[in-house]
């Protein structure tokens, strides 16, 4: 392992819309985990793909 070379890589970071959970309550906070799982899961895959294209 180099740890002195300049290229490490590339990172995306992205600052996702904010969740509305005025509609969850403790009763259905799984329901909103998955919710937000799901979302997160769908952008990721989106960012791989970006990175995997070089842009």
Request: net charge negative; aromatic share 6%.
């Amino acid at each position: 392992i180099n740890l002195n070379r300049w290229d490490n890589g590339k990172v995306i970071c992205e600052i996702m819309d904010p969740i509305d959970v005025s509609g969850y309550t403790k009763d259905n906070v799984r329901d909103l985990a998955a919710y937000c799982h799901d979302l997160m899961e769908k952008r990721i895959a989106e960012l791989d793909e970006e990175i995997t294209k070089g842009n």
